[in-house]
């Protein structure tokens, strides 16, 4: 869980973006998941534990537009259909794969599992116009969490801006404790990447490129299918 430092180690910012993104192109092609008892022949495996965080690790390393972007496919591809063949793939292990599917469709994940000793929830493209989540006042203070989206569509995956309680708020993350007070969470959303503050992190031309690439690779897709 100590990503900072794998990011280091991998070459910065840019350089573990390039790669990880790279992953996602490749598995792309076997719809990110592998046969059962085979996931190290992927590059990316959604149907095994170890891999359910790397499409939100995009964002630690600043370009979430990545993770909104991969995010959102991963919802759609590998648990997106409602028939006896698909909806999620593997072992369910204790909820885990179900628990995925529903972190991506209402926007939410954390990476480290709440397991920090102060928990953040890093923040995606939501698939729904509206959720409420009720908290339990046994372990809660807050009554309820509102996650509301503006311009809601499947081509508007990426988040233009956001604001928690009527404020602006600039972070990819929103904390645990934030969180549990209750609130109102809006995100609006686009058709295209919003530059924000974390876009300094890496060039815009590797930023154009590695998205010029994701789009490439979904339109070979398609053809595919």
């Known amino acids: 869980h100590n990503i900072k430092d794998l990011i280091y180690l991998i070459g910065g910012n840019e350089a573990f973006v390039t790669k990880l993104n790279q992953q996602f192109e490749l598995a792309s ?6 046969k059962h008892g085979e996931h190290a022949h992927n590059w990316i495996d959604y149907e095994n534990q ?22 959102r496919r991963i919802k759609k591809e590998v648990f997106g259909d409602i028939t006896p063949f698909g909806g999620y793939n593997g072992d369910e292990d204790q909820g885990q794969m179900g ?11 954390d990476v480290q599992g709440g397991a ?11 698939i729904f116009d509206k959720i409420t989540i009720q908290l339990d006042n046994r372990y809660y203070p807050g009554k309820e969490v509102v996650i509301e989206t503006v311009n809601n569509s499947p081509k508007n995956v990426y988040i233009q801006r956001v604001s928690w309680n009527g404020v602006e708020h600039s972070s990819f993350q929103l904390a645990h404790e934030e ?5 109102h969470l809006v995100i609006e959303l686009g058709d295209t990447p919003s530059v924000v503050a974390e876009i300094n992190r890496l060039t815009i031309a590797t930023f154009a490129t590695l998205l010029h690439e994701s789009f490439a690779t979904f339109a070979t897709d398609k053809k595919k299918g």
């Open 116 to 126: 920090s000793t102060t928990p953040q929830y890093e923040i995606t493209s939501p």
């Open 50 to 71: 170890p891999s359910l965080h790397m499409a939100h690790l995009f964002s630690h390393a600043g370009a979430p537009w990545l993770t909104q972007y991969w995010v």
């Open 29 to 34: 092609q076997d719809n990110f998941i592998s």
């Open 99 to 109: 628990a995925l599917g529903v972190l991506m469709a209402i926007g939410l994940f």
């Open 179 to 183: 969180l549990v007070k209750g609130g």
